[in-house]
């Protein structure tokens, strides 16, 4: 089992930054590939990044592709998520996820966090 808990989120200006991190606890950090996903309000849960246990493999949904960079730092147990030109269609909670195999349905993962609010005004 392993807890995971999202910070970072805010209000902030379209073309504006914000990191994430995803803190985790509980069994081996290293052991699982991680996943962000968002979701709006009336909207569906959408993929947004993952990376895999050791990092070597990153997939990006199209509409973050070139602004946003997940990374993790196995020592810190942690993994971020690094936004840029923030978009007004960005607003949503934010949300990790630790699965077993790197996956860009939400279906693959088991652990979820609680989710941290990104609004970015139009």
């Known amino acids: 089992q392993v807890q995971l808990v999202e910070s970072g989120g805010g209000l902030v200006q379209a073309g504006g930054s914000l990191r994430l991190s995803c803190a985790a606890s509980?069994?081996?950090?290293?052991?699982?590939?991680m996943g962000w996903f968002r979701q709006a309000p009336g909207k569906e849960r959408e993929f947004v990044a993952a990376?895999?246990?050791?990092?070597?493999?990153?997939y990006y949904a199209d509409s973050v592709k070139g602004r946003f960079t997940i990374s993790r730092d196995n020592a810190k147990n942690t993994v971020y998520l690094q936004m840029n030109s923030l978009k007004p269609d960005d607003t949503a909670t934010y949300y990790c996820?630790?699965?077993?195999?790197?996956?860009?349905?939400?279906?693959?993962?088991?652990?979820w966090g609680q989710g941290t609010q990104v609004t970015v005004p139009s």
């Open positions: 509980g069994r081996t950090f290293s052991g699982y590939a």
């Open positions: 990376l895999s246990r050791s990092g070597s493999s990153i």
């Open positions: 996820a630790a699965s077993l195999s790197v996956s860009t349905r939400d279906r693959e993962y088991r652990h």
